[in-house]
């Protein structure tokens, strides 16, 4: 695969088929997203998934992954074939191998994945985004990058990433995705001035998690805005014993603070590729036994929901500062394939550093968008001072709020 695979010099002019939906026959029901049903079907004797929006609120974020989609064109990145006008729904390529997180974390049986797989993974997905990145006249920010959202074809050997519609306003992505706040950077819910090095961010920690099969912050638990304080304050997932130094690098590396610090797209992409030459096999399918005596993945449901999960049986049986990843699976490299990792030492994620850093007096300006849309504050009137000061005094009892709710939250016996 080259990087610079589906690139052009140009901004492709966005094209989309206007579909009968007479023509489609739909199937079944495989998934609901933030912003609709997805379905599986038949269009002119192809496979396609048509994702139809649940009401008219939703038009504008349709309208935005139409967009999107229209103008990229990429093996890595899902096909639209059309839209829809009645219902509104896309149309576009199905993925029979469901989406990396059921791969991951799914109900048994679960699919046996080597080393190279995931290395695969990470490639694929990083040519993608490097793709998105290099897009004129303006990069494309995914700001949504997570396992749910990259899908898998080809017996789990292509993956395909989807889900454009949270290229939308901050306060939209904010209030309908607080399931991805283990993958997002935290300049995203800090409201602060963010660039495609946001995507960058949640792709060292996608790399970590198909290396050690578990989900991200899953020891932290609870509301979404425990894992937004526990990133805000520099806390990262364990460090992975065994694990090769190029690897630990290039992905410590992504998740830094500060994201000047974070490399390009396209040099993850130049790094993966001169590291699958030590990892053969990825080519091979993936493998579902139909019994898998290892209970040490918990069961999940299809769609992320990192905040509220349930602590993985396995937990119990490995330090939180540190995981093992085998031998066998992770080769020697050579030594000129070593990155300088400029990074400070970090806080790993454990509770006992989460819960220390609660005596902080730093606050995530955006936090209260993760509370339920009755709670957070109006959008003041921008010509009311009035209105403008009881926003600010909205957000502040809102941030206090979050910050009791967590307090009680970490006083709580786990589940």
């Known amino acids: 695969m080259a990087a610079s695979e589906g690139d ?31 379905y599986r079907g038949k269009w002119r004797n192809t496979d396609v998934a048509i994702k139809e929006i649940d009401s008219e609120s939703e038009r504008k974020t349709f309208l935005i992954e139409l967009r999107q989609l229209s103008r990229v064109k990429h093996r890595n990145i899902v096909k639209l074939y059309g839209a829809c006008r009645n219902p509104v729904c896309l149309v576009m390529e199905f993925a029979e191998g469901g989406s990396l997180y059921n791969v991951l974390h799914g109900s048994e049986p679960v699919a046996s994945y080597k080393a190279a797989h995931a290395m695969s993974w990470c490639l694929q997905c990083a040519l993608g985004v490097a793709y998105l990145h290099s897009m004129k006249p303006k990069a494309l920010i995914h700001r949504d990058l997570k396992p749910p959202n990259l899908l898998l074809v080809d017996d789990g050997r292509v993956l395909k990433i989807c889900d454009f519609g949270t290229a939308c306003d ?31 961010f949640s792709w060292g920690i996608i790399l970590w998690e198909v290396i050690t099969r578990r989900k991200p912050f899953d020891e932290i638990g609870g509301p979404a805005f425990r894992i937004m304080w526990a990133v805000h304050n520099g806390t990262r997932p364990p460090q992975v014993r065994n694990l090769p130094r190029p690897l630990e690098n290039i992905m410590t590396r992504c998740w830094d603070g500060d994201p000047s610090k974070r490399p390009s797209m396209e040099e993850i992409v130049r790094t993966m590729k001169q590291l699958m030459k030590y990892f053969p096999g990825h080519n091979e399918p993936l493998q579902y036994p139909t019994y898998v005596p290892d209970m040490s993945l918990s069961n999940s449901s299809a769609e992320a929901s990192s905040g509220a999960s349930n602590r993985s049986d396995r937990e119990g049986q490995t330090p ?37 850093s609660m ?18 504050p109006l959008t003041p009137c921008s010509t009311s001072k009035e209105s403008i000061a009881v926003f600010h005094q909205h957000c502040r009892m809102a941030q206090e709020y979050l910050k009791v709710q967590t307090e009680i939250a970490l006083l709580l016996p786990p589940p």
């Open 359 to 376: 005596g902080s007096d730093n606050s995530i300006p955006m936090a209260y968008l993760t509370l339920e849309c009755n709670l957070q």
């Open 320 to 356: 939180h500062h540190s995981l093992t990843v085998r031998h066998q699976e992770l080769p020697i490299l050579p030594s000129p394939l070593k990155i300088e990792n400029t990074e400070k030492n970090r806080p790993r994620s454990s509770s006992v550093e989460f819960s220390d």
């Open 8 to 38: 052009n010099d140009a901004d492709p002019q966005p094209s989309w088929e206007d579909i009968n939906y007479d023509e489609i026959n739909v199937v079944q029901i495989v998934g609901r997203g933030a912003f609709g049903v997805v």
């Open 170 to 200: 901050i306060q939209t992505h904010m209030t309908n995705n607080k399931g991805s706040a283990a993958w997002m950077a935290p300049e995203v819910f800090e409201g602060s001035n963010y660039s495609e090095k946001c995507d960058v």
